[in-house]
């Protein structure tokens, strides 16, 4: 079974070879590819990405010139995608690549539908980060899990796996204008088996966050606008 990677980028090219090396040396006998779905960074990220793809005949690269936004990204690198098993990753190497193999195991072959990387299970962790930066991210996962009825603990990772036709199958129904496409994922595919797998998140290892007040803003708006399409339904029965 082979797994597509999908890493969305702006502005990551000091990354990509590190990337590409560490997520090598976890998948050792995988069949895997990477797709760095870049929006046409000024840093020329996407002309990075293709460097190191000339070498190395896993990497693909779309560099996206239109509609840019992280979930757009995401969709169309899932799309694009040619392994039966799709994965999200930041570039930025927070997203411990270790876990990988866990994850595949999950859907692969224990037909979990969402394998979630986790930083709020036993044994999972926010790592270097400050009491500033854990009590928003707190406030932001318990509004998630309230409003949506989510039972996972972290419903915000930006870390998660699963088949790509399943994927597809809900693909239609996606806005994507958030900055958090597991929520909407997890929205519309309900009801779902995830199973959350322990990791330590990491300091970004090269350039800046694109975490701004707008994309905070953008997500507040994603909740609310997933919360009405909730609407009178009942809570969306998830399996965990
Ligand atoms: N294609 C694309 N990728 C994006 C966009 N915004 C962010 N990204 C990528 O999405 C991933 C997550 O963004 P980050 O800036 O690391 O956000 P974060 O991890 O919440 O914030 P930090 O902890 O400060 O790094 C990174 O790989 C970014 O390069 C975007 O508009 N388009
Ligand atoms: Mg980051």
Same mark, same amino acid.
């Given at each position: 079974m082979k797994l597509s990677l999908i890493t969305p980028t702006c502005n990551e090219a000091e990354n990509i070879s590190r990337l590409v090396e560490e997520v090598g040396r976890c998948l050792a006998g995988v069949d895997y590819e990477i797709i760095i779905?870049? *929006?046409?960074s000024p840093d020329d990220t996407w002309r990075e990405a293709e460097r190191v793809a000339q070498g190395n005949p896993r990497i693909r690269v779309l560099r996206r010139t239109a509609d840019p936004g992280l979930t757009r990204s995401v969709i169309d690198g899932f799309t694009m995608a040619s392994g039966d098993i799709v994965a999200c990753m930041d570039a930025?190497?927070?997203?411990?690549?270790?876990i990988l193999p866990q994850m595949l195991q999950a859907v692969a *072959?224990?037909?979990?539908d969402i394998a979630i990387g986790s930083?709020?299970?036993?044994?999972?962790s926010t790592g270097t980060w400050k009491f500033v930066r854990r009590v928003p991210s707190w406030a932001a996962t318990k509004l998630a899990q309230l409003m949506l009825g989510v039972k996972i603990r972290d419903p915000l990772s930006g870390y998660f796996m699963l088949r790509r036709d399943r994927f597809m199958r809900i693909r239609e129904r996606l806005?994507?204008?958030?900055?958090?496409?597991l929520l909407e994922i997890v929205a519309n595919a309900a009801p779902c088996t995830m199973e959350e797998i322990p990791y330590t998140f990491r300091p970004r290892l090269a350039g800046r966050s694109k975490l701004t007040r707008r994309v905070v803003l953008a997500y507040l708006i994603q909740l609310w606008q997933l919360w009405r399409a909730q609407g009178a339904q009942p809570r969306r029965g998830e399996r965990t």
């Open positions: 779905a870049d *929006d046409n930025d190497l927070q997203h411990d690549p270790v *072959d224990r037909g979990v930083r709020y299970v036993k044994g999972g806005k994507g204008s958030g900055f958090k496409i």
